[in-house]
């Protein structure tokens, strides 16, 4: 590509922050000659209240010990960074004031923050103007946050040999970024790091949602929740998993099948699970064990036993929303959502490319976000895929060994070569010559610098 | 027993010990019959036999309402001493940005407004410009024109017959990608893939999955199969049992 000869002089302070930010957490840190996981850092990207009404900022969090009734404001709607007011109190919090956890002098730090796909042109534009005339960044460059995965070793994750230091800098040719996160999900092609961005495709599902359902269920069926999300999403990430035969597991959970039966239907184990609820008065985390149908199980839970010291144990039986809440990442059409699941999205990006592509991209598939790490998620993707694509195309899917710090990750290889980190960063002092359209055209990859 | 329907179900597995009939007197129900918005609903053929407009707009606001952050409205004000930092000067941008109060559906419509207003100005510039015909965001039927998921009528080439890659790579000796290494496209066609403008939110979104696929439908109350149907509200139960619980609670609550 055409660059002009200025770029390579400009000068780049030493130190550079990488922000992932999620509309759950963001993730950041300072990029690192050879980074890990340990270099970043995972921060609530909130202002919560808790019942008490008292306020905790992003990482604070992190001394709060009662959850119950908890309430978010996300300054990160549906995966795009909307207000700015939250935003900067949490930034602030994290990043500029003298106490923050990653203090730093924005003057003297290039920033490489990350967006959502498809994200609207005017909250772009405000996130530019932002960095530049409220932080003063000394440099800046926005990209998509499945791009910045191409910087990690990819081939690794599929059992190829380390390609050695010599190609280290450079992206992966080509590779399908699937990003199940918090607010959505996304398909997103790369060649040699950069987006195809008109094959980008989105599932309006993310772990939220998920969330969501769960606690609607529950609530229907045990208790009142709806004021417990934050607990509600606990118990997700214990129970859910991902059915390889859902048909099998709906019949083997239903509630007049007889015991025996079950018994037969099932291989391994049972589906049915116990959750006991936490006490955050006694400060006892919430846990998941084999379901127990005796009567001293009821018993406790009544309080019938609270008189022998024990405390009150609540806890309330799941079975099929174990199965069924994930499911609609692959089957959003069982709550009348009119999108294909994410096996089908994945085909959806595909037809926006070159069939010339596909090959490739099939064969080089990585997944990350939150999602991924759901109990028989990958094998249920990697089966529907496979089901989907062309017969002569080799399917090979993996997913990045931190599925949540993977672009994180990715930025700080980027980073870690200056070469590469300039080309893509523009400095304070480019924007105030261009201004923010230009800024936009040059981040979205229509114009060159 | 009144109000229930047991429905034709592809998935029907019927609930084991009940014999469910047909109450054919409830499906002349007057509320049925005197809607004619629901009547041009059907006329038009919206989605597959039983679903009305109202049923519709139901799934959508249930849709909607899971894809909140919290179930109510939460306001939150950022803190005394955080807020009033801004010490230093501020430029008109960033004041304006900070006291934004607009909330995506608000960016959203934005979006839209500006879309339309260019497709009235200039009408088809945007898509004239794009280099390969296929790269146009296709529409919901070009979608489906995939190998294994229906006929291809606007794909170039068909992956089958791509010839073997002339250029190696370090990575064609790999095992799995040996058998099959397709020839990549040219530079200039890769360049304008590459530079073609992101697609709107609303574009990006993924599209139904092919006809034909009926929707499986569940217990509202306890998740099984939903194989009966309510003629109140056209919720799903799978039983009787489940059936008496969601008259109890939840009949017409979430459909009106
Ligand atoms: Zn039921
Ligand atoms: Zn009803």
């Not at chain 1, 001293?296 to 069924?324: C, H, P, Q």
């Not at chain 2, 989605?47 to 894809?67: F, I, P």
Request: glycine content about 8%.
């Amino acid at each position: 590509m055409p660059r002009s000869a200025k770029p390579a002089e400009r000068v780049l302070p030493d130190q550079t922050l990488i922000i992932d930010n999620g509309a759950y957490t963001m993730k950041a840190g300072f990029a690192v000659p050879s980074p890990s996981s340990e270099d970043c850092h995972t921060i609530p990207n909130c202002i919560a209240r808790d019942r008490g009404r008292r306020v905790w900022i992003g990482a604070q969090l992190e001394k709060c010990n009662d959850f119950g009734e908890i309430t978010f404001r996300r300054p990160v709607e549906k995966g795009f960074l909307v207000n700015w007011e939250a935003e900067k109190t949490i930034w602030d919090n994290t990043f500029i004031d003298k106490a923050a956890k990653l203090a730093c002098d924005p003057g003297a730090t290039n920033l490489v923050l990350t967006e959502a796909p498809n994200t609207p042109a005017a909250l772009q534009k405000n996130c530019d103007e932002i960095i530049f005339e409220e932080y003063e960044f000394a440099s800046y460059s926005r990209c998509l946050s499945p791009s910045l995965n191409a910087y990690n070793d990819i081939q690794s994750l599929y059992g190829v040999p380390h390609r050695g230091p010599s190609v280290d800098a450079l992206p992966a040719e080509c590779l399908l970024v699937i990003d199940s996160g918090f607010s959505h999900s996304t398909v997103t092609p790369l060649f040699n790091g950069r987006p195809i961005h008109q094959a980008i495709r989105r599932l309006d599902i993310g772990g939220k949602f998920l969330t969501n359902y769960l606690k609607e269920l529950v609530s229907i069926r045990h208790y009142n929740m709806l004021d417990e999300t934050h607990l509600m999403n606990e118990v997700k990430e214990s129970i859910c998993y991902v059915s390889e035969d859902f048909k099998r597991d709906l019949e083997r959970t239903w509630k007049g099948t007889s015991a025996s039966r079950k018994k037969s239907l099932e291989g391994e184990r049972d589906i049915v699970v116990d959750y006991v609820l936490p006490d955050y008065n006694a400060h006892k985390q919430g846990f998941m064990r084999p379901h127990d149908p005796s009567l001293i199980a009821k018993m406790r839970k009544m309080g019938s036993l609270s008189g022998s010291g024990d405390a009150v144990e609540d806890y309330m039986t799941l079975a099929n929303e174990r199965f069924t809440v994930p499911e609609l990442l692959f089957s959003p059409g069982d709550l009348g959502m009119k999108q294909e699941g994410l096996p089908g999205t994945v085909l959806q990006s595909l037809s926006g490319l070159p069939p010339s592509l596909w090959p490739s991209m099939l064969a080089n598939i990585l997944v990350v976000g939150g999602n991924s790490k759901i109990e028989g998620f990958m094998t249920r993707l990697e089966t529907e895929i496979r089901q989907l694509a062309p017969a002569e195309c080799v399917v090979r899917i993996a997913r990045a060994s931190d599925p949540i710090k993977s672009p994180w990750l990715g930025g700080a290889h980027l980073a870690a070569n200056r070469t590469a980190l300039k080309a893509v960063q523009i400095t304070r002092q480019e924007y105030q010559e261009h201004g923010s359209g230009w800024l936009g055209k040059v981040f979205s990859g229509s114009v060159p610098r | 027993m009144p109000h229930v329907e047991v429905l034709p179900n592809s998935t029907s597995v019927r609930a084991p010990g009940y014999a469910l009939v047909p109450d054919a007197g409830t499906f002349q129900a007057p509320a049925q019959q005197t809607s004619g918005k629901k009547r041009a609903a059907r006329s038009l053929g919206l989605a597959g036999g039983d679903t009305t407009v109202r049923q519709q707009n139901a799934v959508l606001k249930h849709l909607a309402e899971l894809d909140k952050d919290s179930h109510r409205d939460v306001q939150i004000p950022v803190p005394k001493d955080n807020a009033g930092r801004a010490s230093k000067k501020t430029t008109l941008n960033v004041r304006r940005i900070l006291m934004s109060q607009k909330t995506f559906a608000n960016h959203l419509a934005d979006e839209e407004a500006a879309i339309a207003q260019q497709h009235t100005g200039t009408s088809t510039a945007t898509s004239r410009t794009k280099p390969i015909p296929n790269l146009k965001r296709a529409s919901t039927s070009e979608l489906q024109a995939i190998p294994g998921s229906g006929a291809s009528q606007n794909a170039p080439r068909s992956v089958g017959g791509l010839p073997p890659s002339a250029t190696r790579d370090p990575l064609d000796d790999d095992l799995l990608l040996k058998s099959y290494v397709p020839v990549a496209p040219s530079e200039e066609v890769m360049e304008a893939l590459l530079s073609a403008p992101p697609l709107s939110y609303n574009a990006a979104r993924t599209g139904p999955p092919p006809t034909g696929k009926p929707q499986r439908q569940f217990c509202e109350i306890c998740g099984y199969w939903g194989t009966i149907k309510c003629m109140k509200c056209g919720a799903r139960v799978c039983g009787l049992e489940c059936k008496g619980a969601h008259d109890d609670g939840r009949c017409l609550k979430f459909y009106v």
